[in-house]
């Protein structure tokens, strides 16, 4: 059974549209880092995943994945505040009573908080897939275009089934 790991924002959620339409509308630089930081650290997680939706039906597929039985699935997602952590544990346990959740400090790569080495990232961040495949793992990139940008992509989660 191979370590499966998923991206919470921008693959099972949408919460990168809702927050990156609030920036806009701050009329926020998204080029400055520290106005972004300060906008994420002090932005309210539970009413945007009040807003929020699965991508592609993503919770579903996530249940179709565990069942398949051929990965130990886990969320890892990175977080800016004790309470953006609060907010997704809170709406992945509405669907999820065991899965593991891994919240990482956004100022750390997801590779320096646990070994990715054979395992797989699903993300829909270039970065990370970078970071994770120069740390031994396999990296997929989930992007509604199918734009892997050089590396394996897929549109709906429950696709990893067939590419093991």
Known sequence: ??????????????????????????????KDNAQILKFYKNLDWFKVLEEATDINNG??????IIKSGKFKVSILTHVNSVEEIEAKVKYIRKNF??????????????????????S????DYVGNLIDWRKAGGLGIRFDLDMDGKGFPVINELDEIIEVF
Request: hydrophobic share 40%; net charge neutral.
């Open 1 to 30: 059974m191979k370590d499966l790991y998923i991206d919470f924002d921008g693959v099972i959620c949408n919460t990168i549209d809702i927050t990156y339409k609030m920036i806009d509308e701050l009329k926020i630089d998204k």
């Open 59 to 64: 919770i579903e597929r996530i249940k179709k």
């Open 97 to 118: 009573e065991t899965i593991p959740i891994i919240s990482v400090p956004k100022t750390i790569s997801k590779t320096q908080i646990l070994c990715a080495k054979n």
């Open 120 to 123: 797989i990232l699903i993300d």
